[in-house]
């Protein structure tokens, strides 16, 4: 199986500040890769697909880059809403993998 | 509006069985691939089965092959797993998640709220 190793595992930051999560595949999954978003006792939510697409519906204050093996989502401004958990996700083989989630708290 | 509703999670003891379902509407069900992801308690999410649109192939984690097993039924608009041989580390939240498309191989757009199996005697 392809593994993702997202970092850092927890983040703090303030309202307003540009965020980054960094998600490394151990080998290349192409533009194969997706966000998600976790609140807490919800259902995972569909942010980015395809390294950089956004979801309909999801703010333009995120977005994502990368491809191969190494990938990041960024909050541009960060928002009260935002605080959650962010998963990575590969869907280069039908097998899917996710990282093991960033924690992004209130500082 | 999208919705996929699961139930059938409970506590059972290890070795038992169990059969998960999930009641799609909104959508139009067989034009999708559809998958369970798993969440064991305060940790990450695994992918644990998916099922292409038209039952035509099906996959599983390596965790669960053997044990569980996906199915769906298009004129109901729902989507099984029936899963035996239960153990301890099985314990988890059961998500159900719509695919993108219809042959599986794209991220989960839809994601119901979850059901939580609990393996444990």
């Known amino acids: 199986d392809i593994q993702m190793t997202q970092s850092p595992s927890t983040l703090s930051a303030f309202v307003g500040d540009r965020v980054t999560i960094t998600c490394r595949a151990s080998q290349s999954i192409s533009i194969w890769l997706a966000w998600y978003q976790q609140k807490p006792g919800k259902a995972p939510k569909l942010l980015i697909y395809k390294a950089s697409s956004l979801q309909s519906g999801v703010p333009s204050r995120f977005s994502g880059s990368g491809s191969g093996t190494e990938f990041t989502l960024t909050i541009s401004s960060l928002q009260p809403d935002d605080f959650a958990t962010y998963y990575c996700q590969q869907y280069n083989t039908y097998s899917r993998t996710f990282g093991q989630g960033t924690k992004v708290e209130i500082k | 509006e999208v919705q996929l509703v699961e139930s059938g999670g409970g506590l059972v003891q290890p070795g038992r069985s169990l059969r998960l379902s999930c009641a799609a509407s909104g959508f139009t069900f067989d034009d999708y691939a559809m998958h369970w992801v798993r969440q064991a308690p305060g940790k990450g999410l695994q992918w644990v089965s998916g099922i292409t649109w038209n039952s035509g192939s099906v996959g599983y984690a390596d965790s669960v092959k053997g044990r569980f097993t996906i199915s769906r039924d298009n004129a109901k608009n729902s989507l099984f797993l029936q899963m035996n041989s239960l153990r301890p580390e099985d314990t988890a939240f059961y998500y159900c998640?719509?695919?993108?498309?219809?042959?599986?191989?794209?991220?989960?757009?839809?994601w119901g709220q979850g059901t939580l199996v609990t393996v444990s005697s």
């Open positions: 998640t719509k695919d993108m498309e219809r042959d599986g191989f794209y991220p989960f757009d839809y």
